[in-house]
């Protein structure tokens, strides 16, 4: 009995597959090179405009209702303190739960469900972890504005997304070093601390650096549950004081402030904003290089 060979779905005229394939790998290279300047322009401009302007006074400075010449101080420092108990919370909790849907959920309809219910909340306004966050710190508790109220609301926001990001960066790990270490006598527990973790790691990381610099440039959540205000200190480290952080100064400056100089502050407010975001990224990233690095020598 005769068979009929299968079609190659690859097959076809030369030359016009060659024309098909430069045609699109320009088209890739244009498309690519026109987002990376769009996106190194938009960066210049808005670094341009403040970073040359910004000085120490600024920096640390308090921030002034009506005189010109006020400062970013405390607000800063509650990004970063706001921050740092968010990522407290939310990396353990993420990263607890991402294994667990990883290594030990059941394969059933719950476990499918509750996949979904985290893709939504990833996916859910930020408003709405606001809302919550008043519902359950300022009505329920009766704490108020505070940055504790702030910084736990960033920590549900960010939950979701560093969930599914373990998840899934867990699952990517080939399944021949999960084999091996079983096959040499490692525990589970071993298996996933001494070899899945760490071969997913640069994946994790990668998702604590989005939700790190979501987290200190959310105005949202920030200004329903920490309040558009400080309480006036420097160095500040009450979770009952009021929280606003930098993202929201630079609404407020933006849309309320009377200050003459409300531009120039909100100039070098958002160019203060986008760097420490990116320094924050370079912090994440480098362990990662140091690692790949140490691999390669």
Known sequence: MKTTPTANPFQGVGKMNRLNNRIFTLLVWVVGAAAILFIFGL????????LPNLTWDFLFGLPS???????????LINSFYIL???????????????????????????????RICVEALASVPSIIFGLFGIALFVEYFQ???????GAVSLAFLNLPVLVRVTEESLRAVPKELKSASFALGGTHLQT???????????GIVTGICLVA???????????????????GEMWDFNLF???????????????????????????K??????????????VFRIPLWLKARKMKG
């Open 43 to 50: 960066l210049f401009l808005i670094l341009e405009a403040g």
């Open 65 to 75: 209702e009506i005189d010109e010449g006020g400062g970013i101080g405390p607000t």
């Open 84 to 114: 740092f108990i968010s990522l407290v919370i939310s990396i353990p909790l993420g990263m607890a739960a991402g294994i667990y849907l990883a290594e030990f959920a059941p394969a059933n309809k719950l476990i499918g469900f509750v």
């Open 143 to 149: 704490i108020g504005l505070t940055i504790l109220g």
């Open 192 to 202: 996933i601390t001494r070899v899945l973790i760490p071969a997913a790691l640069t």
């Open 213 to 231: 610099g979501r987290a200190f440039g959310e105005s949202a959540v920030i200004i329903l549950t920490a309040g558009v205000t400080t309480s």
């Open 241 to 267: 004081s009021p929280g606003a952080t930098l993202a929201v100064h630079l609404w407020y400056v933006q849309s309320e402030a009377i200050v003459p100089d409300a531009q120039q502050i909100a100039q």
């Open 269 to 282: 407010a958002a160019a203060v904003l986008v760097f420490v975001v990116l320094f924050i990224n370079l």
